[in-house]
């Protein structure tokens, strides 16, 4: 008998495009065996029932109203920052400076604080440090960009450097403005007469962040879609041949954008030194910069989408914090549960992308 | 058929991309000591099937049988082993290496590399079949056809018998031609099995043996060359008969519209590109631009289009009411804001005429998104005129809010030049405006070019197919080296004279 030669065993064939409704099913599939893979982590490692780690998980994000506020605070401190990246990154201006940036804002602010209390009336402070926090973040913004355009230097690399010369930075006035003296930190600023502390809003001290940062998701997301600059944005994005092609001058979209993308970072800076820390230390932005790029990239740089990725991230950040407390596991459990469940979450993206075949059992006769 | 046993018999191949049905139950035999042209408009399945072949794509069914023996291959690695080598239309060469090196690079021979003996073997190639190349020569110093011929080599030196060539001439002059169809018979004649992929019926005439067309991913037949006729393929080709005259009107009114003087161009690593070309487009006129490809005529246009910085001569454009106004140093919004509607169809349809990712109303707005005074786009009007390029021109595409890069060839260039001329343009230019199309949507771009030239637009025409530029061109400026090597009028032209005023400068001069 002639023998009946076989093909691969699976091979991968790449999808055209799938309706949306498949495409959520896929993520929600994802989610769901993200969750069993945790729970059987979560067993084998530790002997604990996986039910009462979600339940604790879901308990730390939203189990009473205060944790309810702060998981939202800290959604919209990472939203501002994913908005701030992506204007960048729709352009394919790999910005991963966004720590940095934002963290210009914080000493801007801070420095506002400190310096100017006693000087000026409380509302024009308030005033001066929005428009230093965003100059400042635009500032850490612009340098990159300039050298981008005119010497077309890698912006990657520039970025994350200009993250550690404001860290140092810092670091230096940590230790100028200290109090007490040799603290090594600063400490609240301003604690008794609250002096350029941003104002509450109906009586909330979590409100005023949440709501600038919703007015921000939709001024970003009619820029980028409804106007001329974002229509520029993207097609210098997609083929700086075609831009120049049409007359658009590429340098100066890559100046204009990255501007944007440091004031906004300036302006989440804002809102963590002077609407929720009141004070400036060197981790004070926590990683949320690179956090950022992963909301941005999750959303396929859709601010709206950005609303749902955000939250989940920092849910899963609180939740996983709240199950190493309540069951004494080490810190790092929660990282590896947030670790198994984004790896699921990124990774099913292949499958909407591709579908993997099998050879047929039994091999049809030619 | 005859008892011949074929070295390829492919049955019932099918191979599906997403929904699309690239390649749907197609039968094909590929007979040793025969060349055999696979024909089909562009889309039909032609490069799919014969990179099933090679081993770059797994069929999702079907079966192969090599010397009726049944294989599965799974990777180029596999069909080399099975003597079959593929040439494709883009060169995968390294630039930097010599044709010695690159022929042997990813081969596993025992011992230590010997790169003497190497160029001896190929000198031996070279000699069997009538190549000319210098095995020692490195890549980048090497023009188009030498590269070509360094990839069949390549593919000859690991022992394929059965070669598949995508497209070999589209690159090539009419000479370099020549010289590549008398290697290919040779290579019949040495009994290997031939398979060119091509579109361009008079080579098929020319070359080969046998015919075999698809169409939609569709086998449709196959028959000895001689026993069918350029109509017939047309017609089984595209599925319903088609006129093969391109139109030429006179031209009414030629005025002066843009002068070219003595303009010189140097790329950024100080190549000359264009050296003292002189020339004047007319309007109502299409001036074809002849050449090798990579002899000035990109930088030709872009210079005109306001793209590439010149370093010296003058281009200007001429009013209807003889006002000239000077065109270099200025970018293209410059150009625009003079009034100037100057049109440009790059080479690049995808890359530059177009952004790929972006669906046909956000095209349509590349010019016009400046329009109006205020911070928002108007996304109304270029929704407006996708839906009148779609209709007019019949672009098929599932709707306008479909990306382009889903569009066939022929679709993008469609949707390209209608966006153009939707400007209402004086001056047309146009880069190898049907590269890549199949005949029905290269006889529309024809029939859009010259409705352009009629209605007063001087058009520049730059082209590779030699036939073509002789049947739509009023006259025909042909470039060499960057230098304008002649201008002749294109009715009574002949291929030949042009051809070698492409190649060398003044053309026959030398023979006179």
Known sequence: MNKQSKGPLVHIVKRGSLPWYAAWGIRALAIVLALIACALVTTVTTGENPIQVYAAMID???????????TFQNMSVLLCISLAVTPAFRMRFWNIGAEGQTLAGCLATAACMI????????????CTMILSAIAAGAVWGLIPAIFKAKWNTNETLFTLMMNYVATQLVAYFVILWEVPKGAGKIGIINQSSELGWLPQLFGSKYLLSIIVVAIATILMYLYLNY????????????????????????????????AISGAVCGLAGLLLVGGINHTVTTTIVGGRGFTAVMVSWLAKFDPIIMIFTSLLLVFLERGASEISTDFGLNQSFSDIITGIILFFIIGCEFFINYKISFRKAAGKEG | MDNKTPAVRMRNITKTFGPVVANDKVWLDIYRGEILALLGENGSGKTTLMNMLSGIYFPDEGQISIDGREVVIRSPKDA?????????????????????????LGLHEPGRLDLE????????????????????????????????????????????????????????????????????????????AVVIITHKLHEVEELSDRVAILRHGQFIG????????????TNMMVGHAVSLNIERPEPVDPKPRIEVKNLTVRSIDGVLKLDDVSFTAYSGEILGIAGISGCGQKELLESIAGLQPTEGGSICYIEDNGEREELIGKDPLAIADMGV??????EDRLGMGLVGNMDLADNMMLRSFRRGRGFFTDRKSPKKLAQDVVHDLEVSTPSISTPVRRLSGGNVQKVLVGREIASAPTVLLTAYAVRGL???????????INRQKQAGVAVIYVGEDLDVLLELADRILVLCGGKVSGIVPGRGAKKRDVGMMMTRLGGNAANE
């Not at chain 1, 109203?65 to 702060?70: L, P, S």
């Open chain 2, 117 to 192: 003996k190497v160029a001896e073997r190929i000198r031996g190639i070279c000699n069997a079949y009538g190549f000319e190349v210098d095995p020692h020569q490195k890549i980048y110093d090497m023009s188009v056809s030498q590269k070509q011929t360094v990839e069949i080599i390549k593919v000859l030196y690991r022992g394929a018998d059965i070669l598949i060539l995508d497209e070999p001439t589209a690159v090539l002059t009419p000479q370099e031609t020549d010289k590549l169809f008398a290697v290919l018979r040779n290579m019949r004649n040495d009994g290997k």
């Open chain 2, 438 to 448: 199949d005949i029905n949507s290269s006889y529309t771009i024809y029939d859009l």
């Open chain 1, 115 to 126: 310096l100017l209390a006693d000087k000026l009336p409380n509302w024009l402070l308030i």
């Open chain 1, 60 to 70: 730390g994000a939203f189990g009473t109203a205060r944790k309810t506020w702060i």
């Open chain 1, 227 to 258: 106007t001329k600059q974002g229509y520029e944005i993207a097609v210098v994005g997609e083929s700086e041949r075609t831009a120049r092609y049409v007359g658009i001058k590429v340098e100066k979209v890559i100046i204009r954008t990255m």
């Open chain 2, 222 to 233: 196959d028959m000895p060359t001689k026993k069918t006729n350029a109509q017939e393929m």
């Open chain 2, 80 to 104: 080399f082993d099975l003597g079959i080598g593929m040439i494709h239309q883009h060169f995968k060469l390294v630039d930097v290496l010599s044709a010695a090196e690159n022929i042997v």
């Open chain 2, 341 to 346: 509607s100057l049109s440009f169809v790059p």
